[in-house]
């Protein structure tokens, strides 16, 4: 929702106008033109947030789980039938092409169906006669008012990784979207409106560094969730820590793609492009290194030369675009002096995509694909995420060497293997040290019932979003050992 130009917040089942006195500009990342302002919310506003979660509570963990997912399901649906709409929205904010962006909300739907299972999934456990005549129960209960704190780059799907679960485990729910992209969690807000939720149970309070540090420090804030850079997580999560919050953090990455000699290479090139330039390579799962082995080194630097000079790049409201640009002209300049460095290091530039300039949008923040070849996997730009469309490529002649530098990167986001042997798939699964897995795949995104599990410098916590353990992560376990002498029974 919006008023006068600027986008509102969320609090107490109300739209409201900041108090902020500060405001960014939302832009087009292929125009560069200002779309709307978004406050920096200031931490009264915050407070006067959490107040209002905090207030609908008690009668909100009161509420039936099977009560709760009714507006799950009606959640769905709205989505579902919005979906064109919004991921529109998602496209003029974040750069995406159409096709990514309702992929995108589409995978967050995704979460909203399985969070509809939770009357099953927060079901606890328990065992007759632990000693004669005494029973132990273990509950579910839910934790209070949460928090999530989410990145430009999945404006639609990240923060669907947890308010689902979040509210129907009987939570009340508190989002701060990333301030790049706004628009499309205040569309789907809009959606969430005409739920009738009980006041309170989801908030949506726009700003920057000061609303993450009134969350972190609130004491009516029991647990937050974080995605976006890995120093940021690395803050979230020592900082909430320290105020004694349940935390998880997810944050950077740089993938490697083992390709080996026996590899589908057409079918490999094909991915890994997808990979490496799809959303212009600001994915987490994105591929930013290929490590060859032995002659596979020579043929794939050929093909994927071919497709990245090929890629068709431009606003992605055209329907034949495979790619937009990145989110901001700051981010560009980022990515191309990351360019240069690598070259400085050593690298050696089969396809250039600096300085390019799209007919029509030449104000936009276009890189194109860019492949680096020979980079020094001791390189500074060897060890930093690009977040933009590079493929790093490295060459080395056995499985065991490429093992070793996939498990010599900080980051544990992803790794993946193109290969036909089940031998060489097995002993990459088993040994490399990265959370996703990829086989044959370039994008190895857990679906909604799986855990999307970094390790390493990718995750800081213990439990990771989506599936089992979102139930685990927004639920307390409460142990209940209970007797009932039967000289206490009355006759009947
Ligand atoms: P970011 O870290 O700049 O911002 C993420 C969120 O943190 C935003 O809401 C922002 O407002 C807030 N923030 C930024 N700086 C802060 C500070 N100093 N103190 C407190 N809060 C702060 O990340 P981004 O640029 O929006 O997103 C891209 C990053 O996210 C990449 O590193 C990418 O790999 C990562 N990412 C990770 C995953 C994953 O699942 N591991 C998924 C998506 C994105």
Request: with cysteine; aromatic share 8%.
């Amino acid at each position: 929702m919006r008023e006068n130009g600027q986008l509102l917040n969320y609090i107490g089942g109300t739209w409201k106008p900041s108090r902020a006195s500060e405001f960014l500009n939302v832009r087009n990342p292929a125009t560069g033109e200002a779309i709307v302002r978004v406050p920096l919310s200031p931490a009264d506003e915050v407070d006067e947030a959490i107040q209002a979660a905090q207030a609908a509570f008690d009668g909100w963990r009161r509420t039936p789980p099977l009560q709760r997912v009714q507006y799950l399901f009606k959640l769905k649906t709205l989505l579902d039938t919005h979906l064109d709409e919004i991921a529109r929205l998602t496209v003029e904010e974040c750069g995406k092409t159409m096709d990514e962006a309702r992929g995108e909300l589409q995978r967050g739907i995704e979460n909203v169906e399985v969070a509809t299972g939770i009357p099953i999934l927060m079901q606890g456990y328990n065992s007759e006669d632990i000693a004669r005549g005494i029973d132990e129960l273990m509950f579910r209960q839910p934790v209070g008012v949460v928090a999530a704190i989410t990145p430009f780059n999945f404006p639609g799907m990240i923060p669907l990784w947890f308010l689902p679960y979040a509210i129907a485990c009987g939570n009340c729910f508190v989002l701060k979207p990333s301030e790049k992209v706004p628009m499309t969690m205040s569309r789907v807000f809009d959606l969430i409106d005409q739920l009738g939720l009980p006041p309170g149970v989801v908030t949506l309070i726009n700003g920057g560094k000061e609303v993450v540090d009134t969350l972190l420090d609130h004491p009516d804030v029991r647990a937050i969730s974080f995605v976006g850079s890995s120093p940021v997580a690395k803050y979230v999560y020592s900082r909430s820590a320290a105020n004694g919050k349940r935390v998880q953090c997810q944050g950077g990455a740089k993938n490697p793609v083992i390709v080996l000699p026996d590899a589908d290479m057409e079918m490999a090139t094909r991915i890994i492009a997808d990979s490496s330039f799809g959303c212009a390579g600001q994915r987490c799962l994105a591929t930013s290194v290929t490590i060859t082995v032995g002659e596979a080194g020579r043929i794939f630097r050929e093909q994927i030369s071919e497709v990245a000079s090929k890629r068709k790049v431009g606003y992605g409201l055209e329907s034949d675009v495979e790619m937009g640009p990145v989110i901001t002209a700051e981010s560009k300049q980022r990515i191309e002096s990351l360019i240069a460095k690598g070259v400085s290091e050593g690298a050696k530039v089969l396809v250039d995509g600096r300085n390019s300039s799209i007919p029509h949008y030449e104000n936009g923040y276009f890189v194109r694909p860019t492949v680096l070849d020979e980079v020094n996997p001791r390189s500074d730009l060897a060890g930093t995420e690009i977040f933009g469309p590079v493929l790093s490529l490295m060459h080395v002649q056995t499985i065991d060497e490429a093992i070793e530098q996939v498990n010599a990167t900080a980051f544990g986001n992803m790794a993946c293997l193109f290969t036909s042997s089940g031998a060489a798939a097995r002993k990459f699964r088993y040994e490399a040290r990265a959370g996703n897995i990829g086989i044959n795949i370039g994008v190895a995104a857990p679906m909604a019932f799986f855990p999307f599990s970094g390790w390493k410098g990718s995750f800081f916590g213990d439990m990771h979003a989506q599936g089992r353990d979102a139930i685990e992560f927004y639920t307390e376990k409460k142990v209940v050992v209970e007797r009932w002498p039967k000289e206490w029974s009355r006759k009947f």
